[in-house]
């Protein structure tokens, strides 16, 4: 079976995009097969079209920075997901696909009630926020925050 992604194919504008088909196959070790509901277009995944990302692959590649899908099928001593668990993963490249292969540990768990867009809009932005707020300020209950620009997704 073959499924279908966005690669970039050199430096450029958006035509340097093209939708190639790659062949299915089954997970390896550990590996969980995603089929992906939604992923991100942001700001990173320009940078990475234009060739200023330093941690993007060569190119071509599949750009994504992050999904959220529907396990398909799992390999040999995956045991933190099952098929049919709806995930998340910061990806960094590799999401603009219909399916996508990444390992258990990469993955967190989404509630099916939640939209899948709206939690793919939410891996990177709110994580990063969280991440600025809670980890590197040590923002507790009760402080006070000056915020003084939120033009980007991040």
Do not use: C
Not at 81 to 87: L, P
Not at 92 to 100: F, R, W
Not at 106 to 125: E, F, G, R
Not at 148 to 154: I, P, Y
């Amino acid at each position: 079976m073959k499924y279908k992604s966005v690669v970039i194919t050199k430096k450029g504008p958006p035509d340097v995009l093209k939708i190639i088909e790659m062949n299915l196959r089954q997970p390896q070790t550990g590996e969980v097969l995603i089929r992906v509901l939604a992923t991100g277009v942001g700001r990173t995944d320009i940078v990475m079209r234009y060739g200023y990302y330093p941690f993007a692959p060569k190119m071509p590649f599949v750009p994504g920075y992050e999904i959220v899908g529907v396990v398909e099928a799992v390999g040999e001593n995956v045991n933190r997901v099952d098929i049919g668990d709806r995930v998340a993963a910061l990806t960094v490249y590799g999401g603009y696909a219909e399916y996508i292969y990444l390992y258990q540990n990469d993955l967190v768990i989404v509630p099916a009630a939640l939209d899948p867009a709206q939690v793919a809009a939410l891996i990177l932005n709110y994580g990063t926020a969280y991440q600025m707020l809670h980890r590197l300020a040590g923002v507790k209950s009760g402080d006070r925050v000056l915020i003084t620009g939120t033009s980007g997704g991040v």
